[in-house]
């Protein structure tokens, strides 16, 4: 029992001290916009958003492959998820994921994000309604996860995946992990969860669009005009996020059950703000959920997110599920997210 305690603590501490080493935060500078591959940032899961994005320490359906790796070690048999989401200006982003337990060994898990945009006409300065080309933007993200259960009360998760971004004639790739933790408290009911996402190499524009034809000497007369030279792209970081949360069940039995959970941010590329959310399950059927993101964050546009959700037995352990969620957006459009899933 001391041994597993000492792992434990030293996984906590690790993770904590692993962050605070990777990037040093300044809380009274913006740094919002100011890394690449922003699609990692959109939450996954219709269940989850619908509670507010307050999933970490909860994590316990496929959508864990985006807030916690650690959460599908919870998972008994297999599961998969397909979630869609309508965001702002016409994206749609895509969300795929699976799970399946290898008895004795842990749970694997992959999963695959991508945007869909419909493609655009190329614009320049000299043909502002069009050359008559066009031009097209894809995101996509791949990742295998590992978790397993040190203890029967702890776990601990791992999801290397591959990140590409491109944009016309223009393409950019990096790596990274996720890493998450949750642990099952003595307290009864209570739960803690902690994750890093996005830990990773940066990203850096590459392709035909940064040739381009140069007058390194416009003043000088009879030089050459046209010399053959490449735009120097810069490199950006991806959006890491810190984030620790606690779920706590208020009540269960065989007709209802009530889950409250509250998480805090601490992202490379924003304010630390603090999300919160509940569940309400009637017979193990029908869910009511509801929650309000980015508490504490001034001029944010994120807010109020409501959601319901049924689930149904099929036929033996398999269980159909469906979820909606409602995301209120201010003075954007508001976003919504349906999510279509099955254990087995």
Known sequence: MKNQTFIITALLAGLIAGTAGAQTFKTNVSKKGATAASFL??????????????????????SALYWNPAGIADIPGGSAVIDHTEWFAGIGYDFVAGTF??????????????????????TTVENPDGNGEMF??????????????LTDKFSIGFNPKVIHQRIWKMS?????????VKYVTPFDGIVLGMSITNFGTKMQMAGNNANILHDPAPDDLGNNGRIPASLSMGQWSLPLNFKVGV?????????????????????????ESVDVGGEYVFNEFLALRGGYQSLFL?????GMTLGVGVKQTLTGTVQFSFDYA????????????FSVGILF
């Open 41 to 62: 940032s959109v939450g996954q899961g219709a269940r989850s958003i619908a509670m507010g994005g307050a999933f970490v320490a909860v994590a316990d359906d496929p």
């Open 101 to 122: 337990t290898v008895p004795g060994l842990g749970t694997l898990g992959v999963s695959f994000t991508t945007t869909t945009v419909d493609e655009m006409k190329v």
């Open 136 to 149: 097209g933007v894809s995101d996509v993200a791949f990742g295998v996860t590992y978790a397993m259960k």
């Open 172 to 180: 950019a790739t990096a790596a990274a992990i996720d890493i998450g």
């Open 247 to 271: 779920a706590y069940s208020v009540f269960r039995n065989e007709t209802h059950s009530l889950l409250v959970a509250v998480d805090a941010s601490h992202p490379s590329d924003d304010y």
């Open 298 to 302: 001034d001029e944010e546009e994120r």
């Open 326 to 337: 409602y995301q209120d957006f201010g003075r954007l459009t508001n976003i919504q997210k």
